[in-house]
Nanobody
Framework: QVQLVESGGGLVQPGGSLRLSCAASGNIASIVAMGWYRQAAGKRRELVAI???????NYADSVRGRFTISRDNTQNTVALQMNSLKPDDTAVYYC??????????WGQGTQVTVSS
C-alpha cells in the first residue's frame, strides 16, 4: 500500500504560477513512477506529467514548456511547478504512484483554479 498526500493548490490569476507537492508513504520501495493527473469539470481525468524511476519524464502537449515535474527519491516526494497558467488549466489535480506490480495509487486531489 502507498499513501499520497498533496498540497499546494489554490486560486491564481492567468499567467501566474503555482507549485504542487505530493508526499508518498507506505511501501515506497515498490514505486516505479510518480506523476500528476488532472480532471476538469465534466471531463475525463488526463495525464499532466510523469516521472519514472530512471528520471525519464513525460508531459502532456498542453503543458510542455510551462510545467515541470521533479521527483526527490530520498524525500519520497514529487512536485509540479506550474508557470504561465491558463484558465484551461483549472482542474482538480491528483498525484499518482505506480508500483512494480502495476498497482496505481491516488492522492485525494487538490483544486487549481486559474481565473481573473
Amino acid at each position: 500500500q502507498v499513501q499520497l498526500v498533496e498540497s499546494g493548490g489554490g486560486l491564481v490569476q492567468p499567467g501566474g504560477s503555482l507549485r504542487l507537492s505530493c508526499a508518498a508513504s507506505g511501501n515506497i520501495a515498490s514505486i516505479v513512477a510518480m506523476g500528476w493527473y488532472r480532471q476538469a469539470a465534466g471531463k475525463r481525468r488526463e495525464l499532466v506529467a510523469i516521472s519514472h524511476r530512471d528520471s525519464i519524464t513525460n508531459y502532456a502537449d498542453s503543458v510542455r514548456g510551462r510545467f515541470t515535474i521533479s521527483r526527490d527519491n530520498t524525500q519520497n516526494t514529487v512536485a509540479l511547478q506550474m508557470n504561465s497558467l491558463k484558465p484551461d488549466d483549472t482542474a482538480v489535480y491528483y498525484c499518482n504512484a505506480l508500483t512494480r506490480s502495476y498497482a496505481g495509487y491516488w492522492g485525494q486531489g487538490t483544486q487549481v483554479t486559474v481565473s481573473s
